[in-house]
């Protein structure tokens, strides 16, 4: 529910609109749409806590979420805030806002009118549910009928389907646009890429000829491809073009890539070890390493050869291990080769090792790297030795192609910071971060 609205109780308490409520315009949707929003001033703990003691005793069967300061009731979001924007952007009850805040206001149909998230038949997980006459909004979970809500300044809940205050008629179900589908396919088997029960929609798929063929599917939700031959290898496309009837008549494509004859290489990843057996995220000079090519793809691989640069010098080698002994040039491109789960011997994994600043006591780290829409940074220890201290303040600078600041934070703790990359302009990125005494630098690729 999102009107600020009067309530009576035992007691009459009214939720009016208070004069620190201020309008913002920092809330996007997906598709990047501005959305109008509020920071709403919270009510008193008198009131929330007589809304949380009401509701514990009129919906019992209903789990309240505690929201802040011990208390589930909150005035600083409502339900569409939580179902469309917070919980979609895993910020959950951070950056709380309040979305349609005046009655019979309807600023969150933006969030379906663009076709950032799509209506579907049925209850669908991850998705979201809105009442169409009810005015309220909802986010389903794992299990089916059991939804989590906010309801207009009072609990946070998780309830079951029909255990509110909104009625239950009049329901419509959204999910984001999306293509499902496996990571890898053999030749000889079929490869299903699925969408969710879109309703109002027709679908198009389009698929990387060179590598598969189409089995079966075209025009519905579910599409089938298959290996061009056994000859073939690679990361395959499989493309979706999706039409949305009226009223909200738009367009929208959507891709899956899925290794065939082979695994899928972002399930493939390097993980490099000094020679006595100490994790390391990049490579110094004249030094002796163990470089692993671990996999997480289920598709087994066998046969392994390596190839590293020239200019460093190989000690040997054992299944999926390198040794290698950099000398002069730290960093460099790595080759895999193998025979995959499908019988076929080709290149499974190329990546670039990073050299880094080896005189200090710690190092910068970035994954994965490149990005696509979101990058940890870590920084961690360049010895066993070295303890790393979770209160002492850092900070970190990002600079784009031109040596623009693109962003800047301070007093920050803890070892690990997550950089949101999405929508950022491909290339690469200097990352500089002064911990303690220290000034590290790392680049970023972002995709």
């Not at 490099?272 to 004249?286: D, E, K, L, Q, R």
Request: glycine share 8%; aromatic share 14%; net charge neutral.
């Amino acid at each position: 529910m999102k009107t600020i609205g009067i309530i009576i109780l035992a007691v009459f308490f009214a939720t009016n609109i208070f004069a620190q409520d201020v309008q913002v315009n920092d809330v996007s949707t997906p598709r990047n749409n501005t959305v109008n929003s509020w920071i709403t001033e919270e009510s008193s703990t008198t009131t929330r806590k007589t809304w949380d003691n009401y509701y514990k005793n009129t919906r019992p069967n209903a789990a309240q979420i505690k929201t802040y300061d011990g208390y589930s009731s909150s005035r600083r979001f409502n339900c569409h805030s939580y179902a469309w924007y917070m919980s979609q952007k895993a910020l959950e009850l951070t950056n709380p806002r309040w979305i349609g805040y005046y009655s019979n206001n309807t600023d969150e149909h933006i969030y379906w009118d663009d076709g950032s998230y799509i209506e579907v038949a049925s209850e669908t997980y991850p998705g979201m549910v809105r009442w169409a006459s009810g005015d309220h909004s909802a986010i389903t979970t794992s299990t089916s009928g059991k939804w989590k809500s906010k309801w207009n300044e009072f609990p946070l809940f998780l309830h079951n389907w029909d255990d509110t205050e909104y009625g239950t008629s009049d329901l419509k179900y959204y999910t984001s646009f999306r293509v499902d589908g496996p990571r890898y396919v053999c030749n000889g088997s079929n490869a299903t890429f699925t969408t969710p029960d879109y309703v109002n929609c027709t679908f198009s798929w389009t698929y990387d000829t060179s590598l598969l063929n189409e089995v079966s599917g075209q025009g519905t939700k579910n599409f089938l491809v298959t290996p061009k031959s056994s000859s073939v290898s690679g990361l395959g496309g499989v493309y979706l073009t999706l039409t949305i009837g009226a009223p909200v008549n738009k367009t929208y494509s959507n891709s899956k890539y899925i290794g065939v004859n082979m695994p899928h290489p972002e399930d493939l990843s390097y993980s490099i070890y000094t020679s006595g057996g100490t994790p390391v995220s990049y490579m110094c000079a004249n030094t002796h390493y163990h470089i692993y090519l671990t996999n997480n793809s289920g598709c087994s691989l066998s046969n392994y050869t390596w190839s590293v640069p020239s200019a460093w010098s190989t000690n040997y080698t054992w299944g999926d291990m390198i040794s290698v002994y950099t000398n002069s040039t730290p960093g460099g491109m790595v080759e895999v080769y193998a025979t995959t789960c499908c019988g076929v011997y080709t290149k499974v994994k190329i990546g670039y090792l990073g050299s880094g600043y080896c005189g200090g006591y710690y190092a910068m780290s970035l994954s994965p790297n490149p990005s696509s829409g979101e990058t940890t940074l870590t920084i961690e220890p360049t010895s066993e030795d070295v303890i790393f201290d979770e209160n002492t303040e850092w900070e970190v600078e990002i600079f784009d192609q031109r040596q623009m600041l693109k962003e800047k934070r301070l007093k920050l703790k803890g070892r690990d910071q997550r950089i949101q990359t999405s929508g950022w302009k491909s290339g690469i990125y200097i990352v500089r971060v002064k911990y303690k005494d220290e000034n590290l630098q790392a680049k970023l690729v972002v995709k």
